[in-house]
């Protein structure tokens, strides 16, 4: 059974929604574990030979500044609207046709969205400065999902008569597929200092790297002023490494769990441009561990 566009967006609002929760919960148990460092190292008031850095009249404001660098883990869900996916392909099978010139078959959305879910892992390296509280920066990320593919086939069948006294029962028969195979990105970020917390938002763009291939199936069964039947004839297209861009923003979390060492959480989503008339959106939940230096 061929699922519904709102099927598809139940599935991703969904699927984004237990990867905020999951967030949620890593960042909360981040604090809780820091608040317990902090309690323990308050019960070691007699032990001074052990309190060391601990100290409160040692201890100065936690430091985001440096060259940073990890690796991520993450959960991420892909929308692809296949909607004009096959005009190229219909319009070049009804090239110089009055069919195509007055009812624009290849106009037609004959394919519906696909959203479909794949665990990623990558790694990044940055640049912190910071300014009191305030922490600027920029950073390069390299991502790679594990089979983040989408995919549509569907048909739609009218009838148009145009003026020169035919009358056109088409049908349009489409399939199309869309693999992420990885992609990069280069991120501004800007984020507040606040303890061992560090929130910020990063704007930027992405390079992806895609396989697509679609083919469309025409067959034009005439009457009135012609008789006739024309096809069904078959055009297809196709491309593996093909490169695209995109917009990126995102929301995250960084929090310092030892003078050098943090941990990431992070919500990032990117709108790609077309690929072949296919457009992919990504959203990515993940998560972190980092150094800087």
């Not at 519904?4 to 574990?33: E, G, K, Q, Y």
């Not at 940073?68 to 993450?74: A, D, I, S, Y």
């Not at 990069?184 to 704007?203: C, D, E, H, K, S």
């Not at 917009?247 to 992070?266: H, I, K, M, Q, Y």
Request: glycine residues 12%; charged residues 15%; aromatic residues 10%.
């Amino acid at each position: 059974m061929t699922s519904t566009p709102a099927d598809s967006n139940r599935r991703a609002r969904r699927t984004l929604t237990a990867a905020r929760r999951c967030l949620l919960a890593l960042v909360l148990a981040l604090a809780a574990a820091g608040s317990l460092g902090r309690a323990s190292a308050a019960d070691l008031d007699d032990d001074s030979w052990l309190r060391g850095s601990f100290s409160d009249e040692h201890r100065g404001p936690i430091r985001w500044d440096g060259i940073v660098l990890g690796g991520t883990f993450g959960f991420s869900n892909m929308s692809t609207d296949f909607g004009d996916a096959a005009g190229s392909e219909i319009a070049y099978i009804l090239r110089n046709s009055t069919l195509e010139t007055e009812a624009s078959p290849s106009s037609w959305t004959t394919l519906p969205r696909d959203v479909t879910n794949a665990q990623q892992y990558g790694g990044f390296i940055g640049y912190n400065y910071q300014i009191d509280q305030i922490v600027l920066g920029a950073d390069i990320a390299y991502n790679h999902p594990n089979s983040l593919v989408g995919s549509a086939s569907d048909s739609i069948d009218r009838i148009v008569t145009t003026s020169d006294g035919v009358t056109h029962n088409v049908l349009l028969q489409a399939q199309s597929s869309l693999r992420l195979v990885d992609y990069g990105t280069v991120r501004a970020r800007a984020g507040y200092g606040y303890g061992q917390f560090l929130p910020y938002a990063v704007l930027g763009v992405a390079v992806g790297r895609f396989n697509y291939s679609t083919s469309a199936t025409v067959t034009d069964v005439q009457s009135g002023a012609i008789v006739g039947t024309f096809g069904p004839i078959t055009q297809s297209q196709g491309q593996d490494n093909f490169y695209d861009a995109g917009f990126v923003a995102g929301l995250g979390l960084d929090v310092s769990v030892l003078p050098n060492v943090f941990v990431r959480g992070e919500w990032e989503t990117i709108i790609w441009g077309p690929v072949n008339g296919i457009k992919p959106s990504l959203n990515t939940a993940r998560v972190g561990l980092g150094v800087r230096f």
